[in-house]
């Protein structure tokens, strides 16, 4: 195996994390689940990868080189991410809230490509069962769904309940 080889085969490898990329971008938020998109992007590739090599349908030197060249995208992608709000909100997404105050923003649901029963699915999840009880529920870039409560429908904290004592004595 030449150098060639080995510049074909990290360009090949640049190529797959590049189209990965653009394609969990396009498969949206939920398509990742817990795992960022990089995180889940890179295990399928090294998942594919590690197997060639182990059972020799590929030069091990070539396994290793797409290896470390995926990586180092991921590397690179994540200093990038950390280093510019913009980069990050570009390759990893931002929030979206899909309700504020009890009311649906549908708009919001349509570029998620969410349906009511996917909404109410994770509403269920967070012990939300009467949108009402929504000050704001926000589709994270990881896919989960954070729920802020109405000062009504949140749980009593220990703070709230000295509070009450106080006034109360």
Known sequence: MDYQDLAWTALR???IYVFLLVVLRVMGKRAVGDATAFDFMV???LGEVVDEPIYGDAPLLQGL?????????????????YRSQRFDRLTGGSPTILVRYGVIDRKAMRRER?????????????GID???????????PDGE???????????????DVARLL???A
């Open 13 to 15: 490898a640049t190529t």
């Open 43 to 45: 295990a399928l590739i």
């Open 65 to 81: 080189v797409v290896i470390a060249v995926i990586a180092g995208w991921h590397a690179v992608n994540s200093y990038l991410s």
């Open 114 to 126: 969410m349906n009511d029963a996917e909404l109410w699915t994770l509403l269920r999840l967070q």
């Open 130 to 140: 009467d949108l009402r009880d929504v000050k704001e529920a926000t589709l994270e």
């Open 145 to 159: 769904l954070s729920v802020i409560k109405t000062d009504a429908a949140r749980e009593l904290t220990r703070a």
């Open 166 to 168: 106080g006034r109360a």
